[in-house]
């Protein structure tokens, strides 16, 4: 996942460019949708015209959460903000269901049951053609940041997608993905009716549309909510952390490992360790600090690094016999 190794200090600015350049393609996609919706009658481009409004709302809570989550850690927060950009991030999912899929599937069945008068759909293919091109630069963008990280933690781009904590790239990823199909659903509703001569075909786009936003909606939602509550660092980095903590000198034993995420490049670590008997107060404190150096060095997102001196299996069986 995002957080193994370094992500570099330009990580952030990076999907701070993803985010805005999808921002910026979606608030000109958004009108053009509404006027070419309102000219040709058809619910799927009014569907796809508040779909891009929803998107562009997200991506400004994005950027909102971009720039919270980057204050430094101060009294009242000794922890950091970090985790406030998942809160952000949780609120974008929320408007791209409300502003989009819920519209959507309200216009769509609308269409099914009242029916609609069909107009000059000219208009909504040369929006969809441009809007189609628009979005893909978007997605170009959010990919070509995907494929770096995940070249860079040698790893699958899809699994980096899936299992990374900076959601506002995987956010745009999946929002301009959404808009690309939605976009295709819309040119098939328009060719329908116009073939047809029934909306029925824009109707079943619609709510098609609405359907293809509950579900990133549900993702998104699903992503940030698991790194409120409190995800810890992947398997494979845990089993690191733990050699490293046992490669220091005088350490004997990790008895209890506690990591988690509080941001793409915020990690926490915290462990019970047993020293050995013989090591003095100053051999321990000394330990404690080459452990999170090298720690840091390993790992470079570990922001926090806790260590707890706690006596052993044997020494508090010993202690409790001797007692």
Not at 32 to 50: D, Q, T, Y
Not at 102 to 124: A, K, M, N, R, W
Request: proline content about 4%; hydrophobic content about 45%; aromatic content about 4%.
């Amino acid at each position: 996942m995002s957080d193994e190794k370094n992500r570099g200090g330009d990580s952030g600015g990076e999907s701070t460019v993803t985010v805005v350049v999808a921002a910026a393609a979606n608030l000109g996609i958004a009108v053009a949708k509404l006027v070419a919706g309102l000219i040709s009658g058809s619910s799927a481009m009014l569907s796809e015209a508040a779909h891009s409004v929803a998107d562009t709302v997200t991506e400004v809570m994005l950027l909102t959460a971009l720039k919270r989550s980057g204050k430094p850690a101060d009294e009242e927060h000794p922890l950091g903000y970090g985790p406030e950009r998942y809160i952000w991030a949780m609120l974008a999912a929320v408007a791209t269901f409300v502003g989009g899929a819920v519209f959507s599937l309200y216009d769509g069945i609308h269409t099914l049951t009242q029916g609609e008068e069909l107009g000059d759909p000219l208009v909504s293919y040369l929006v969809l053609a441009v809007a189609f091109v628009l979005e893909g630069l978007s997605l170009r963008t959010g990919i070509r940041q995907v494929r770096g990280e995940a070249a860079r933690l040698r790893m699958p781009a899809p699994h980096y997608l899936r299992r990374t904590s900076d959601t506002a790239v995987k956010a745009v990823v999946m929002e301009d993905s959404a808009a690309l199909t939605g976009l295709l659903l819309a040119a098939g509703g328009l060719l329908g009716g116009q073939l047809s001569g029934s909306g029925i075909w824009d109707g079943i786009a619609s709510v098609l549309i609405g359907v293809l936003l509950v579900y990133v909606a549900w993702v998104l939602c699903r992503s940030n909510a698991q790194l409120l509550i409190g995800r810890p660092l992947p398997a494979e980095m845990r089993a690191g952390v733990r050699e490293e903590l046992l490669s220091v000198p005088h350490v004997v034993e990790v008895l209890e490992l506690t990591t988690l995420i509080q941001g793409p490049r915020e990690l926490l670590v915290a462990a019970k360790v047993d020293f050995r008997d013989a090591s003095t107060a100053a051999e321990i404190e000394w330990a404690c600090e080459e452990a999170e150096q090298r720690l840091r060095e390993r790992y470079p997102s570990i922001r926090r690094v806790y260590l707890d001196p706690t006596p052993g299996l044997a020494q508090r069986s010993a202690a409790r016999s001797g007692g």
